[in-house]
């Protein structure tokens, strides 16, 4: 009931963002990224996951530009490093492809070439191949 609650009371700014999106001001938009980057550095797992997925979200429906999430590619490339489970650091790898930034995208191929945990590495390869093939650039390497 609690974990019900916690997700309800997660999802209600969300709700609110989507509904009011057209009328954020770069201000606005500055204060969510800086509160789900508070999210992404805290120590709950859960928190952190779905701080990353928000963003990833907000970013992948236009209601936030990718210059005015880039703020949270540093604490994201940290998270895909040092993420204590795999959906923390899956989340983290889908957050920094939607994000879009070629050292982000470069980080994701260094996961997939010399990550040793299987799931998270095949995550990241496809994801390496899908943003090259999406946008017409070559692989550096073949995975």
């Keep these: ?8 009371m997660l999802m209600l700014p969300v709700s609110v963002i989507f509904s009011q999106s057209e009328n954020l001001s770069s201000t606005q938009k500055s204060e969510i990224v800086d509160n789900l980057n508070v999210g992404i550095n805290s120590d709950n797992n859960g928190l952190r996951t779905s701080s990353a997925d928000v963003l990833s979200d907000l970013v992948n429906d236009k209601y936030l530009d990718k210059s005015d999430a880039s703020k949270s590619m540093i604490p994201l490339l940290i998270m895909l490093e040092n993420g204590k489970s795999d959906e923390e650091r899956i989340s983290a790898a889908l957050a920094l492809y939607n994000l879009g930034n070629p050292i982000g995208i470069y980080r994701l191929r260094g996961v997939a070439v010399y990550d040793n945990n299987e799931k998270v590495s095949t995550v990241c390869k496809n994801l390496y191949y899908t943003y090259h093939k999406l946008h017409g650039t070559e692989y550096l390497v073949d995975l």
Excluded: N, Y
């Excluded at 009931?1 to 309800?8: A, E, P, S």
């Design 1 to 8: 009931m609690k974990t019900l609650f916690m997700l309800l």
